[in-house]
């Protein structure tokens, strides 16, 4: 898959801990103290309660495929077919990414197999957590 | 707000609808207007309340010729006018205003005027997952279902069938633009854009507009065409993010927006003669039937399969062929609601025989919004 057009996202001051966990090969969520609850898209408060005391820690990266379709058009960036999948972390949140290192065929992408992140580096700034199968050596 | 006590006393489409490369977006707005004008037997002058997506408000006053003392510029997608009713109901019933004009007008097709930014990349959509390559809602909208098929058992073949009912509705409905009956094994056989949704499971992309004419149930009867009446209405939103939508298997707004309609109207599903669900994509029809309550959870795929929204059947659904096979400008759910005011006033091309309740059932970006519209052909 080429890299080359992909759409880049562009860091704000909210999401720059993602960003520069990504680059350093951590996926970097959010929790908030009180509830205990970790959240996702980034933002410096808890989406369940409103509180401002939340942390960031370093996810385990275990996650599982929750859906996904396969694209079969082509799109800058991409070599079709290739799946648009939504993986489940273990810690709760959910995110958007590719799965990779796998065929994108129905038969290959079983729902709930076991994943972990692959960090991809598009430039300086910006690395993407993308997902492959899990090969039991990580945590 | 009192059951009824807004009617809609003017409806209408653009004059033609599918392939208009001689129309720019707005003036697809305003051929609308002033069909739906003409239907009511009113000038700009006589509306002083505009509410429209797609366009500003303030767009579409100045170039219509009306001088508004109400505008609402809600915008969240394709469910945006079912808010406007709302909205409008609302407004007219509080008397801000008398006479709302609500508008939609899109060159989807032809591509003629469109002002619709694409997201920022710094926004959370464009962080988080623009960047793996979805084009456009039938590579997202599509993204939750293989897990309500997990979840469910739905099948590829009732997913398919979804799009067959509704070609049989559309075969009944001459402005349709696809009218030819397919099968099950049409729809698994067509183009594959993204498993697993194929071809005959996504919208059509066509050019159109339509716009409707509201004002108070006491005046209704003042104008040339058989009102028809609000019952109830309801609205919400969830996330601009699909995957962030907390439950793949069912829409929260939906939960919202069709129970709060529901309990305005002080209606119960079986007083619905007639239902409109928006249907970008297949599994629309699926989740609303079951987020609103006709049929329990996981059921609504087999209740299509076995014909019971189809003609004849006893809970007819998407009359006019829907976005699958009438017409889909983008923002259908003007279309949708055209269909129920259709139905109420007994004027639908495939017209089901008695029916005095509809309820129209929008969404809005992909899971984002949501809005109902319970209308009646008597004020309640
Ligand atoms: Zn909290």
Known sequence: ?139 | MKPGAVAIVGAAETTRLGHIPDMSQIQLHADAALNAMQDAGLTPADIDGVAVAGETPIAIAHYLGITPRWVDGTAVGGCSFMLHVRHAAAAISAGLCRTVLITHGESGRSRIGLNRPPPSPASLVGQFELPFGPMGPPSMFTIPVLRYMKTHGLTHEQLAMVAVVQRQWAGRNPRAMFRDPITVSDVLDSTMIAYPFRLLQCCLVTDGGGALILTAAERARDFPQRPVYVLGTGESVETPMISQMEDFTSSRAFRVAGPTAFAAAGITHKDVDHLMIYDAFAHLPIYGLEDLGFVGRGEAGAFIAAGHTAPGGRLPMNTNGGGLSYTHTGMYGMFALQESVRQMRGTAPAQVEGANISVCHGVGGMFAASGTIIMGREPG
């Open chain 1, 1 to 139: 898959m080429s890299d080359a057009k992909r759409p880049r996202p562009l860091p704000t001051p909210e999401t720059q801990h993602f960003w520069e966990g990504t680059r350093a090969g951590e996926l970097r969520l959010q929790r908030c103290r009180p509830c205990a609850r970790a959240y996702f898209p980034p933002r410096p408060f808890c989406p369940h309660c409103g509180g401002r005391e939340v942390e960031v820690f370093v996810a385990s990266g275990q996650a599982r495929l929750y859906s996904y379709v396969i694209h079969h058009r082509a799109v800058p960036g991409f070599t079709p077919p290739y799946a648009i999948a939504v993986v489940e972390l273990a810690e709760g949140p959910r995110m958007m990414s590719n799965i990779v290192d796998c065929p994108q065929t129905p038969e290959a992408l079983v729902l709930d197999m076991q994943l972990e992140p692959v960090f991809e580096r598009m430039d300086d700034e910006i690395t993407l957590a993308l997902f492959r199968p899990a090969r039991g050596d990580t945590p």
